[in-house]
């Protein structure tokens, strides 16, 4: 028997399982899967042992992505204890930035929280900041040499959670620290002349 293996890509849905688990599943207290196949759609469980953590997840997360005619619905729970449900509006800048408080405070990427007006004299917008970081993992990406997704970590935590809650926008942000603030001794890419061969 001839078999030939032919290359596959992830499909979407495991794309987003895996970017909600590298990025708010970056938490000793949080657990983010399995991701659960029910009638050609799909259920990702998002766990965790703190009951106002996971109502603040669930105000905080996409309820359902759709990709083509494909759902993912998450699903945010407390250990023992059930389903949460997400807190209703309304709700102003100040509390939302208090839920990102709350639902990210262990987790490895988030650094703090800003509440101010995106321009002089408008509305306050909430700004969850993240560190200068990339988010990575395996992805059958044919355009990447090590076939992987990869992205800065305010990037993958707008995918998964909300852009606006309650009308008001949330404008997911990298640190200010800039990577010209690194030490000169932690560049570990040294002699990166090209070479060029012909």
């Not at 619905?73 to 509390?95: H, K, M, Q, R, Y």
């Not at 992805?139 to 992205?151: A, H, K, M, R, V």
Request: aromatic content about 10%; overall charge negative; glycine content about 4%.
């Amino acid at each position: 028997m001839d078999e030939h293996v032919q290359p596959q890509l992830s499909p979407p849905w495991i794309t987003y399982f895996n970017e909600l688990r590298n990025s708010v599943g970056a938490d000793p207290t949080v657990t983010v899967g399995p991701l659960i196949p029910t009638d050609g759609n799909f259920i990702i469980l998002v766990q965790t042992t703190d009951f106002e953590k996971a109502i603040a997840l669930a105000t905080l997360l996409k309820p359902t992505v759709q990709f083509g005619n494909v759902n993912v619905t998450i699903v945010v729970s407390v250990i023992g204890d059930g389903i949460v449900n997400p807190i209703p509006c309304p709700l102003d800048a100040f509390e939302i930035a208090h839920l990102f408080q709350v639902a990210l405070e262990n987790n490895l990427y988030f650094e703090q929280v800003v509440v101010r007006p995106q321009f002089p004299g408008g509305s306050n917008v909430v700004f969850p900041v993240f560190a200068a970081k990339v988010i990575q993992f395996f992805n059958d990406d044919i355009s990447n040499l090590c076939q992987t997704f990869t992205e800065v970590a305010a990037k993958v935590f707008r995918d998964v959670m909300k852009d606006t809650i309650c009308g008001i926008p949330i404008l997911f942000s990298t640190s200010c620290t800039t990577s010209t603030e690194i030490s000169e001794e932690t560049v570990q890419n040294t002699d990166t002349d090209p070479k060029l061969f012909y």
